[in-house]
């Protein structure tokens, strides 16, 4: 069966300092992947998804960059975080027209 | 106005009771609906998966897509504490890219 993979789960980090987070998907080949937003009490944002490795499209222009250096690995970076960049980060795949399955997230806090 | 829109509550609903949650939407070339639900600091986890119109089951949950309102739902029978969570809808046209709703809480009191 499919597995999602993100870690870490929680992260604070001040203002101004780089990002990394991990997403990593088991048991599929190909798959398309996405990085979402989810803002308190609100719907989930698309930042980035991802057809296929070093393919990557941006939805919203921000601070943020994704790379997707192996087939099922995508990764969320940041050089210089802002304060605007707290929130709840999404990991999903799929394959082709099939629903979307997530991970459990990085909650990202900026002090 | 939101290309989809559903009311973010909370709901409160006691133990047992048929819950109804809903959506609307505006773009009528929407073809794929869902319904996920999310526990609190966990990722959202696909509940139902419907094309076009129509009903579909599942156990205790039923998701209707109503074409010609703009309008879907999801039941749920014999509510339980464990179904407190906040429900989200979302939507896609051929594209596949999903649109969604801002989700609706939902308490179920014991």
């Known amino acids: 069966s499919q597995t999602i993979h993100q870690w870490p789960a929680t992260l604070v980090q001040p203002v101004g300092s780089p990002l990394s987070l991990e997403c990593t998907v088991e048991g599929t080949s190909n798959p398309n992947l996405y990085w979402y937003r989810q803002a308190a009490g609100r719907g989930l944002q698309l930042l980035f998804y991802s057809v296929g490795i070093g393919q990557i499209s941006s939805e919203v222009p921000q601070n943020l960059s994704a790379s997707r250096p192996q087939d099922r690995q995508f990764i969320l970076s940041s050089k210089k975080l802002l304060l605007s960049d707290s929130g709840f980060y999404l990991c999903?795949?799929?394959?082709?027209?099939?629903?979307?399955?997530f991970g459990d997230g990085t909650r990202l806090s900026i002090l | 106005q939101k290309e989809v829109e559903q009311d973010p509550g909370p709901l409160s609903v006691p133990e047992g009771a048929i819950v109804s949650l809903n959506c609307t939407y505006s773009n009528s070339a929407f073809q794929y609906f869902m319904w996920y639900r999310q526990y609190s600091r966990k990722g959202p986890e696909l509940l139902m998966y419907?094309?076009s119109s129509g009903n579909k089951e599942d156990g205790r949950f039923t998701a209707q897509v109503d074409k010609s309102s703009k309008y879907i739902s999801l039941f749920i029978r014999d509510s339980q504490p464990s179904d407190s969570a906040t429900y989200l809808c979302a939507m896609s046209d051929s594209n596949y890219q999903l649109i969604w709703g801002a989700g609706t809480k939902l308490i179920i009191k014991p």
């Open positions: 419907t094309y």
């Open positions: 999903a795949w799929n394959g082709g027209a099939e629903p979307q399955h």
